[in-house]
């Protein structure tokens, strides 16, 4: 078929001129204990905290293959569904804001550093809550060129499973920045009714 710049151009505006990686907003919260939230959503946190989120990602959709055996040959089926681990880069402030909540939201999962586990540290019921109660989820929302939220993904039942050393370096004069990684049960996507309101959707 026939190609012209102009077609391409009219059809890509048409669609807001294409999402940028650039223009998104998370949030991250433990539903159990919002001070260890932190997010545009979250009072109980730095306004400035869901800024310090450098990167992060859209999820992908996984369907792992089954192979049965048949005839001397492999033949792939539809398996299981499965989710990555979801990463996010965080730079550091000097208060190491973020990264103290996350240490404690860990301590809270699995023992204190010295290997206690008192006071509702490494326990996963303990008085007056139920099981699971250390999981959290989070949002990413993508933003159109227009400042509307265009998508909204939600990560349930999140967890931090690594929290990724930060290096120290005489020679070097940049902002520090370290990773988080999450475990989640699935992920949910959809376009928002407003922009403050995430659509729920499985």
């Known amino acids: ?16 001129g294409g999402a940028r990686p650039a223009l998104y907003e998370v949030s991250i919260n433990n539903s159990h204990d919002t001070s260890l939230s932190f997010g545009p959503t979250s009072a109980s946190t ?32 539809t398996g299981f569904r499965t989710y990555d681990n979801w990463t996010v880069t965080v730079l550091n402030d000097e208060d190491f804001a ?13 023992g204190q550093l010295d290997g206690s586990r008192e006071g509702g540290y490494g326990s996963p019921v ?34 931090p499973t690594e929290l990724a050393e930060i290096g120290v370096d005489w020679s070097s ?17 959809g376009a928002p009714t407003s922009d403050t309101n995430v659509v729920d959707a499985s």
């Open 1 to 16: 078929m026939a190609f012209t710049v102009s077609t391409f151009k009219s059809g890509l505006a048409g669609g807001g």
């Open 46 to 77: 730095p306004s400035n905290a869901s800024l310090l989120v450098k990167a992060a990602s859209i999820p992908a959709a996984n369907i792992a293959p089954l192979a049965v055996n048949y005839a001397g040959r492999a033949y792939k089926w």
């Open 98 to 110: 973020i990264r103290n909540k996350m240490m404690e939201w860990m301590r809270i999962i699995s």
């Open 126 to 159: 303990t008085a007056g809550t139920t099981a699971g109660y250390y999981e959290g989820n989070a949002t990413v929302k993508q933003l159109g060129t227009d400042g509307a939220v265009k998508q909204v993904y939600k990560f349930y039942n999140l967890w």
């Open 173 to 189: 004069d940049i902002i520090q920045e370290y990773t988080i990684g999450f475990a989640y049960d699935y992920w949910g996507h």
